[in-house]
């Protein structure tokens, strides 16, 4: 199972941590070991000072493909979900200073969570919102007609480099409003206005 994440997919959170928005889709992975279970809370990581939470739409492979042409993309999800994508964002900007790859600060255990999926019939993917609290109060609000890649077209994209499998995850970017989470913190995830998770930060 691969977890493909897509970066800077929303023109608001690029220009919030300065960065160029991107002409293609920009991806980058984390390996199965950073799933964190439900159930489980987010345990911040002793090399970092700084974790963001960055909420977003979760795709789910379920059958396989390669070279897919976006208008045939649909035919290989048939659930969503929502997610954060954890990031140790002063690791993250110390790497990017020296130019080096920041797996590190994206890819470690338990930087990757996902709610349970619901059948994609549910929702309107071109006008689905989703939001973040923290201790009840709203830090992020999204909705994926926002995208600068739609789901469609990330997918085709992801296949032309990696051969999609079942139970594959494509995490679809994060809109503007990340910011740091402490400990004792409490996360709250909604598809629409119906809450899909609750993570405890410990």
Partial sequence: MK???????????????????????????????????????????????????????????????????????????????LGIDFTARDVQQELKEKRFPWEIAKAFDGSAFASDFYPKENFDLENLAFKLDRNGENVQTG?????????????????????????DLIFTGTPAGVSKINSKDTLEGYLNDEKVFEIKVL
């Fill in 3 to 81: 977890i493909i994440c897509v970066g800077r997919n929303y023109v608001e959170h690029a220009k919030e941590l300065n960065n160029p928005i991107p002409e293609s889709p920009m991806f980058f992975m984390k390996p199965d070991s950073a799933i964190l279970r439900k159930g489980f809370p987010f345990v911040i990581p002793s090399f970092t000072k700084e974790v963001h939470f960055e909420t977003e739409i979760v795709i789910k492979i379920d059958r396989v493909g390669k070279m897919i042409q976006p208008q045939f993309a649909d035919r290989y999800f048939s659930e969503i979900g």
């Fill in 143 to 167: 909705n994926s007609k926002d995208m600068i890649f739609h789901i469609n077209t990330l997918i085709a994209e992801c296949s032309k480099y990696f051969t999609l499998k079942k139970g």
